[in-house]
């Protein structure tokens, strides 16, 4: 299947090579975002391999460069539209053309602002690109805004505040809305939605229905009145409407809507393809569906590491390397795509990583003429012999990394007792013990690790958390004494409590019954690792959407659904036989990459998972991607650790305070506005200070084609005024004549 990472960068790559001026060379100018979007994607040396000889920021104080022209890659925000208009303004022209495009979709009034400005004659043409997203994997994409997890889940602070934390919420909403929007254009699908309707909770966070946000209440009625959907009126129906928006329902239409908005603008999407793809479907779903498998510990490679491991953002980690003389140096890693060694383990149990990277490196070792010796029988001999071999430095390194990682995970795994933790753990989340029965000492196994002070804290708040939720809540009394037995501070205990804003129920009163869900997990039939039975409940959610299965009550359809049901070959999954991850190597070890053999023209599916998605959930989409023979990507907010998962959930009531995602709290409250101004607000940059008047600026240094033709590969683009981005787009709006046609924006997509 087609990398997610590969076709965002070819769109960016097409983009920037579409722009041909006469005099060959051209300028490429970015502002913040569109830069970490490239970086995401491209090296420094890729954009300048493209005739591109400098790379400027648009806040930046630039020289006039007449004789090029610019490449503008920039968010579709008033201030650098501004700033565009007054590139070509006022006397001045700061390049000889401008080719203009925009990370997300430009707004109708910005290009009129453009188009009947006095940059006009100087646009060349004008694209949206869609591709405000990051491409993370292969298979996965993130939003990147954290944050949106206390505005989906904090509870309103007060009375007063209510309606304008709503209109907080739902201005985050449309952006993700129209996030996921760009994943399904650039992929070029339109796609069917589905979206997860709880049966045990209602609306959460700021869409709990509330007086000031929800219609008035409906009138007195007769008892002797029909008590039909017609005779109750519209003002009943919206009073009652209150208790079904959950967020993944106003989620699913908001994305419809903004599909709908771009189809009709481009009536020829999804472009046909050759052969034909079936139609996708887009599930969209929320953490509240599932919040067990942000607790567990998990023991594939990159699961556990990025639970265990000081790894930043997922995808840098700094280690020790030995280098050919025997010192050690720190060095930071870039766990990414690009990495075959990290790409061919990242979803096997530990304990199957490292057979195989012991198995590849005395591969490695024997393959390099020169070696001699028994080969490698433990990590730290790998580690020794790695050491003296400075002439294959790249995999060395490669080995050496991961080498390193793996033995830091188990030596954690060994010292915070995580054998009999993640017991406990896998017989709460499933409700089975490793031999398929109903757990009758949880508590006696549970107690003593809750008062060993060998078990660190973070792991007793993840116990509580699971055992709390396979009992569906526990007595007052019992919470306070499970808090006593782990020692838990005050923000911990907090950590457990405010799961309740995610619609668990952890209070249960002698009265109460088991809560109703629509969706469980099924037992697997595979044989497993004792402490890796649990699987997340998305992975249910999908092998039922595949099989035709899926409960439309539990995801309805937003609009368009399947007219007939889907060919018995392509319904049921592909059946592979069970075998014992102990004694064989299961079929998804090698999961889809990109560039491989697999059919380009499978159907899609798209999974969304608002407020955070798990490497668990990730590596599923992985596993039955070919599994089931779909083309599956998964995508959210964010991607989180358990640790970040707890440390969120402190500060759950304070909407964030102190939090790493928004260390103030959520931005101030501001009421209904138009979207255009939220859009501003989030992608503000300031302007660079004006040049002291005493000296002159040392401007843009020009790198010229020669200054630049031999930049380090690895490089990305920093800094303000050198930094190398290109974005390509499947979208066209060529600056036409002056006829009267300006309304279909240019856009020939």
Not at 436 to 448: A, D, H, N
Request: hydrophobic fraction near 35%; include cysteine; proline fraction near 6%.
């Amino acid at each position: 299947m087609s990398s997610l990472v590969t076709i965002v960068r070819n769109k960016f790559l097409d983009a920037i090579r579409s722009v041909n001026p006469p005099s060959r060379w051209k300028i490429l100018v970015i502002d913040e975002h569109s830069q970490q979007l490239l970086n995401s994607v491209l090296k420094q040396f890729d954009i300048l391999q493209e005739n591109v000889t400098l790379i400027e920021s648009i806040t930046s104080n630039r020289e006039s460069q007449q004789g090029f022209d610019a490449v503008y890659m920039v968010m579709p925000t008033s201030a650098n539209v501004d700033r565009i208009i007054r590139d070509f303004s006022a006397g001045r022209q700061q390049y000889a053309g401008a080719h203009l495009f925009f990370i997300d979709g430009l707004a109708d009034e910005l290009f009129q602002r453009l188009t009947s400005s006095p940059a006009e004659p100087f646009l060349r043409g004008l694209q949206d690109l869609y591709v405000n997203f990051g491409a993370i994997e292969a298979q996965a994409f993130s939003l990147r805004v954290p944050e949106h997890f206390f505005s989906m889940y904090s509870p309103v602070r007060s009375d007063a505040t209510a309606r304008a934390e709503r209109d907080r919420l739902e201005e985050d909403i449309r952006f993700v809305a129209k996030s996921i929007a760009n994943v399904c254009i650039t992929l070029n699908e339109f796609p069917y939605i589905r979206y997860y309707v709880p049966a045990h909770h209602g609306p959460l966070g700021a869409l709990r229905p509330h007086e000031s946000t929800r219609a008035a209440p409906r009138p007195a009625e007769s008892s002797m009145r029909w008590r039909t959907n017609l005779a109750r009126g519209e003002q009943s129906r919206q009073y009652e409407a209150a208790e079904s928006e959950v967020l993944s329902r106003m989620l699913a239409w908001e994305v419809q809507s903004a599909l709908d908005e771009y189809k009709r603008t481009n009536p020829d999407f999804p472009v046909k393809q050759d052969p034909p793809r079936q139609r996708a479907t887009l599930i969209v779903t929320d953490r509240a569906m599932d919040a067990i498998a942000p607790f567990i510990h998990e023991f594939t490679y990159q699961a556990m590491a990025n639970d265990l491991l000081p790894i930043e953002d997922g995808s840098k980690y700094t280690y020790k390397f030995q280098s050919s003389v025997g010192a050690y140096e720190d060095k930071t890693a870039v766990l990414s795509d690009a990495d075959t060694v990290w790409t061919d383990v990242r979803h096997m149990h530990m304990r199957e990583a490292i057979d195989k990277l012991m198995a590849d490196f005395n591969k490695f070792m024997t393959d390099n003429a020169g070696f001699k010796g028994e080969g490698a029988a433990t990590l730290n001999d790998m580690k020794d012999m790695l050491a003296s071999l400075p002439q294959y430095q790249e995999q060395r390194e490669k080995f050496s990394l991961h080498l390193s990682m793996a033995q830091e995970c188990m030596d954690i795994f060994e010292h915070d007792k995580l054998p009999v933790v993640a017991t406990v753990e896998q017989n709460c989340s499933t409700g089975l013990t490793a031999e398929g029965k109903t757990p009758k000492t949880l508590v006696e196994e549970m107690v003593p690790l809750l008062d060993s002070r060998d078990v660190i804290n973070s792991n007793k708040v993840r116990i509580i958390a699971l055992y709390i939720q396979y009992r569906e809540g526990v007595p007052d009394e019992d919470r306070r004494r499970l808090y006593q037995h782990a020692r838990l501070t005050r923000s911990e205990m907090d950590a457990v409590n405010a799961l309740v804003h995610l619609g668990v129920r952890i209070n249960r009163g002698p009265g109460d019954k088991d809560l109703k869900r629509r969706i469980k997990q099924k037992r697997s039939n595979e044989e497993e690792y004792e402490l890796s039975r649990y699987k997340p409940l998305l992975r249910t959610v999908i092998e039922d959407q595949v099989s035709g299965k899926l409960d439309p009550a539990a995801f309805p359809y937003v609009k368009d659904y399947p007219q007939t049901t889907p060919a018995a070959s392509s319904a049921t999954p592909t059946q592979t036989p069970t075998t014992s991850l102990r004694s064989a190597k299961p079929s998804w070890h090698r999961a889809a990459r990109a560039g491989g053999t697999t059919t380009e023209t499978r159907q899609r599916l798209l999974v969304f998972v608002a407020g955070g998605m798990t490497y668990s959930e990730m590596r599923e989409a992985y596993l039955l991607s070919s599994q089931l023979g779909k083309d599956i990507f998964i995508g959210s907010t964010h991607t989180l650790t358990p640790r970040q998962f707890a440390d969120d959930l402190k500060v759950l009531d304070l909407s964030g305070v102190g939090s790493r995602a928004a260390p103030n709290g959520l931005r101030e409250l501001r009421g209904a506005r138009p979207y255009q101004a939220f859009y501003d607000e989030r992608y503000f940059t300031r302007d660079a200070a004006p040049p002291q008047p005493q000296r002159a600026p040392a401007l843009g240094k020009s790198t010229s084609a020669h200054s630049v033709g031999r930049p380090n590969p690895e490089s990305s683009l920093t800094g303000s005024t050198l930094s190398s981005y290109a974005p390509g787009s499947t979208n066209g709006r060529e600056k036409g004549g002056k006829d009267k046609e300006r309304k279909k924006r240019f856009l020939g997509f």
